[in-house]
T-cell receptor
């Protein structure tokens, strides 16, 4: 069964810390995505990557960066965490636009 | 930028009844997808329907797509308590873009 694994289910970080959220997929998918999900706002795309070392900004990239050094791993980086980045973060991958996404279980990040 | 909009926002039914959720969108699409999210978890892909298809079935799920009205519906027949979840539609833009745009979801409660 295909899998997308997010390294942490819950994280608590302090304001100003550099935060790394890791996502690994075992399906050899080209495309990987990071979304955040907030009540009343739904899912919003932060960044996505369609190949190793390639990345594109989504709708809300401010305050975030990403890294994709290997095909199976896509990292989301909060350079200096702020309280408004408290959210549920969801990683997903897929082969191409003819298929659905496979999501990880999510990381609930709290910035205090 | 939110594209799909689900209706209703919340739906409560009894076990055994059918549940219908609707999704409307604004611009042309390549495909439309439905996802389920159990509380606090990642999303699970349910079904994908292409812009040249009108209806699709998968088990107890039936999806319709009306591109002239820019709308889709998801029907869950003979609902079960385990169907309790939030359901999201997501649209894939034309031109083969990899980005999906998600609606804010319908929260379905199936009472035993």
């Amino acid at each position: 069964d295909v899998k997308v694994t997010q390294s942490s289910r819950y994280l608590v970080k302090r304001t100003g810390e550099k935060v790394f959220l890791e996502c690994v997929q075992d399906m050899d998918h080209e495309n990987m995505f990071w979304y955040r999900q907030d009540p009343g706002l739904g899912l919003r795309l932060i960044y996505f990557s369609y190949d190793v070392k390639m990345k594109e900004k989504g709708d809300i990239p401010e305050g975030y960066s990403v890294s994709r050094e290997k095909k199976e791993r896509f990292s989301l980086i909060l350079e200096s965490a702020s309280t408004n980045q408290t959210s549920m973060y969801l990683c997903a991958s897929r082969i191409d636009s003819f298929y659905g996404y496979t999501f990880g279980s999510g990381t609930r990040l709290t910035v205090v | 930028s939110q594209q799909g909009e689900e209706d209703p926002q919340a739906l409560s039914i009894q076990e055994g009844e059918n549940a219908t959720m609707n999704c409307s969108y604004k611009t042309s699409i390549n495909n439309l997808q439905w996802y389920r999210q159990n509380s606090g978890r990642g999303l699970v892909h349910l079904i994908l329907i292409r812009s040249n298809e009108r209806e699709k079935h998968s088990g107890r799920l039936r999806v319709t797509l009306d591109t002239s009205k820019k709308s889709s519906s998801l029907l869950i027949t003979a609902s079960r308590a385990a169907d309790t979840a939030s359901y999201f539609c997501a649209t894939g833009p034309p031109g083969g873009s990899e980005k999906l745009v998600f609606g804010k979801g319908t929260k379905l409660t199936v009472n035993p």
